[in-house]
């Protein structure tokens, strides 16, 4: 079993800068690959962004791609999410999610995902 933990949330103003981070911990920790979700008040749960972790290539949403970059570090056992000129309506519960095996399902489907982070609250002043 994997375990997850978001940190790096916080307020920012439009136009503003923030790093989300995620560290995993397990006994065997092998990621297929790792995503960000995130869920705004009153919304499903979104994909925001995917690396496959061995290969290091990366999907982004429409609504993020040119703005949010998604990294890992493979000896310290974390994914990160760098956000640049953000906006009010990346407002949002961030999650982080483990894949650990490749699957049939769409990367943005969340049933691609086995284990998760609790979550970490992004708010962004326009």
């Known amino acids: 079993q994997v375990q997850l933990v978001e940190s790096g949330g916080g307020l920012v103003q439009a136009g503003g800068s923030l790093r989300l981070s995620c560290a995993a911990s397990g006994r065997t920790f092998s990621p297929y690959a790792m995503a960000w979700f995130r869920q705004a008040r009153g919304k499903e749960r979104e994909f925001v962004a995917r690396i496959v972790w061995n290969r290091g290539i990366t999907t982004y949403a429409a609504s993020v791609r040119g703005r949010f970059t998604i990294s890992r570090d493979n000896a310290r056992k974390t994914v990160d999410l760098q956000m640049t000129s953000l906006k009010p309506e990346d407002t949002a519960v961030y999650y982080c999610?483990?894949?650990?095996?490749?699957?049939?399902?769409?990367?943005?489907?969340?049933?691609?995902?086995?284990?998760w982070g609790q979550g970490t609250q992004v708010t962004v002043s326009s």
């Open positions: 999610a483990f894949s650990g095996s490749y699957n049939d399902y769409s990367i943005s489907n969340e049933k691609s995902y086995t284990s």
